[in-house]
């Protein structure tokens, strides 16, 4: 059994002859070697004869010194020997690996199993330090879990206790190479479900000739078959334009890696460019059994498709990866859902009590145009309803002064107004936005029961997503564009007036920068019907108008910019009330520039750091925001940064640009 009081009383000894030993061999050296220099300047005779005897007495104590480190190792052996090997605690036999080791991680002493199983190019490890081999504290060792370590090749788990009188770590290797390698198996091994769709398939061959569209399907035949090759999975075709594909995890890693180069080409299965097929596909590897997999990457699908497709979207335990989707979207050609989602939105209009519609926080003109549009087609439906603005913060201050001037004044109304307004049967429409957190109101918004979606914006991962309809296109210009297709099923008796129609046409041209970004044939024909209503083009670019101020400022931003990898970059370094429309204005106006594919304008308000980012569809400008925590379309996207600087954010900003022209 140990004997705590002989093992301190020796250890106690052994530090004092440590300290006595070294010092007084040191100091007589020393005065040795000082008293031979003094006699040669003396005595040179006595110097020769005394300074031989001085090298002697050297050679001497350096041999004492070594033999002392070796003292010292047969000292502690014999000491963690009684410590180790009593008839409670014989370690030298255990069947584990055991080691002993100092604080500061030199390795005192080692069992024979240690030496036999790790130790192998050592005969023994003592005199070397731990911490060269791991990296973690000692102290860590003595948790109840344990630390994870791998050793020359092999994986172990060890646990350590620590002796106060002894001062040593007694440290416990349990070797677990097997399991490790049986859990990375498993976890690699585990069952993938994907599902992958033909964006435009319908579109493609429609106008083909059945020898072309016997060519193409063979060819998009290839390029998936061809992906699932790279695997052990298997592939079935559950519909024209859609496959399901199940495979083992280790493979998904690998086209992760390979960044899914087997689809980075798979338009070139079209003839034209015009019309280049693009796939969208739903990961998800987290489930805990296949049904859960399947559950979840048809959430991803959906996820994919909502963004414009031509991406690749895997489910995360806690959200969604994303690759691909630089692709403009595909306008769809169809307007069978826009007529059956129609008729859906205008029973719960009949089931109501009032409609409230709202957009997004500071609304421009699609947000504000939209509303008052779809919030005049339902008054006249015969229901009444209100568009919840506020008044000091919105980027459409024209427009919403023009409509209070009309007859449609009492259409618009302040939060605390809207909130007396709701009931159990008041149905809430969201226009512009599909995110709950960036509504005008959040309080309206969980007040309503029933809410209702309508937005183009490619979709997030915080969208709406216990809506009663969820109308989202992202192939559409704008939801004035959304809004206007519905209100003409609405029947004849909902036709909007000018004024309305005026609305409408300018979110339209707004987000379309006047018809010339994403705009598709439904652009055109939705801009077409409200000509027809009575908009006067000329009113509604009046819409646009600002102060000289505001203009100066404007062309201040756009001379302060500067080109990193063809996108302009400038700060809106100034405080205004109209500063967030100043900003945007100013993006637009930076893609007028010679090789500039995007903007960014960035500026502060109160606490927040803005960035505004505009392209013309070529630069996927919606992928760069969303790296800073934002969102939006492929042409025009924005974020907000809190507790920042726009010198911080500006660099971020670099960073996501680098990133995605990686």
Known sequence: MYNKNKHKSEKNIFLKFCFTTQFCLILSVCVLFVFSLFLAFYNFLIFLVISPLVVLFSIYSVFILINYKKEQGLLVERLIGEFVTGSEYDFENFPMPVLACSDDGVILWTNRCFKDTICLDNSSCVGLNFFDMVKEPLDDFCSRSGVQVKLWGKDFKVHATYSDNSGMYILYFEENTSLISFAKEYVISKPTVAYVKIDNYDEVLSEKKESEKSNIVGKIDDVIEKFVEEST????????????????????????????????????????????????????????????????????????????????????????????????????????????????????????????????????????????????????????????????????????????????????????????????????????????????????????NDVVVIDHHRKAVEFIDDAVIFYHEPYASSTSELVCELIQYFGDDCELGKIEAEAMLSGIMLDTKNFVVKVGVRTFEAAAYLKRLGADTIAVKKLFSSTIESYKKKADIVAKSEIYKNCAISVGDFQTTDIRVICPQAADELLNITNVDASFVIYKTDDMVNVTARSLGGFNVQMVMERLGGGGHQSQAACQIKDSNIEDVRQMLLKAIDEFCE
Request: proline share 0%; glycine share 6%.
């Open 233 to 448: 999975g298997f592939l079935q075709r559950i519909e024209d334009d859609e496959f399901l594909i199940v495979m083992e995890k280790r493979h998904l890693d690998e086209m992760i890696n390979n960044k899914f180069s087997t689809l980075k080409n798979f338009s070139d299965a079209s003839y034209d460019e015009k019309n280049g097929l693009t796939l969208s596909v739903g990961i998800s590897s987290i489930g805990d059994t296949l049904n859960e997999n399947q559950k979840f990457a048809r959430q991803a699908l959906d996820m994919a498709l909502g963004r414009g497709g031509d991406q690749i979207a895997i489910k995360t335990s806690t959200s969604f990866d994303f690759y691909g989707g630089r692709a403009n979207d595909v306008e769809k050609r169809t307007r069978v859902k826009t007529r059956i989602v129609a008729s859906a939105l205008l029973e719960l209009v009949e089931e109501s009590d009032n409609v409230i519609i709202m957009g997004h926080r500071f609304g421009d003109l699609d947000s504000v145009g939209s509303a008052i549009g779809l919030a005049s087609a339902i008054r006249k439906y015969g229901k009444d309803s209100f568009v919840v603005v506020d008044p000091t913060k919105n980027m459409a201050s024209v427009l919403i002064d023009k409509i209070k001037k009309s007859d449609l004044a009492s259409l618009i109304v302040d939060v605390d107004r809207a909130i007396n307004l709701i009931s159990s049967k008041t149905l809430l429409v969201v226009v512009d936005t599909h995110n709950s957190a960036l509504v005008e109101s959040k309080e309206i918004f969980e007040r309503c």
